[in-house]
């Protein structure tokens, strides 16, 4: 069972940045796509940027194409999201999930592992 720890969030203006991070410990990290997903204040949630734990494939979703980057580093097993850019509807809470490799990391529901959230805020 992985185990998956965010933390990094908080408040920042619009047009600002910050670095989230995902230790995992507990799994055999090369099965799963990593991702980070969010939720807004009475929205469902969302896929964001996930990434290949072997090779580093990224994936984005296009509302953070050029924004947002996604990476890890493997001696630390942690995976991290640099956020640029950010703008209001950017204000959610993010999560860190794993999804076994083959099974479509677009979706929500096919995530396997949570992390508990970190809350970031974007002021305008």
């Known amino acids: 069972q992985v185990q998956l720890v965010e933390s990094g969030g908080g408040l920042v203006q619009a047009g600002g940045s910050l670095r989230l991070s995902c230790a995992a410990s507990?799994?055999?990290?090369?099965?799963?796509?990593v991702g980070w997903l969010r939720q807004a204040p009475g929205k469902a949630r969302e896929f964001v940027a996930a990434?290949?734990?072997?090779?580093?494939?990224?994936y984005y979703a296009a509302s953070v194409q050029g924004r947002f980057t996604i990476s890890r580093d493997n001696a630390k097993n942690t995976v991290y999201l640099q956020m640029n850019s950010l703008k209001p509807e950017d204000t959610a809470d993010y999560y860190c999930?794993?999804?076994?490799?083959?099974?479509?990391?677009?979706?929500?529901?096919?995530?396997?592992?949570w992390g508990q959230g970190t809350q970031v805020t974007v002021s305008s």
């Open positions: 507990g799994g055999a990290f090369s099965k799963y796509y």
């Open positions: 999930a794993v999804v076994p490799r083959g099974r479509n990391l677009y979706r929500e529901n096919e995530y396997v592992s």
């Open positions: 990434i290949t734990w072997s090779d580093g494939m990224e």
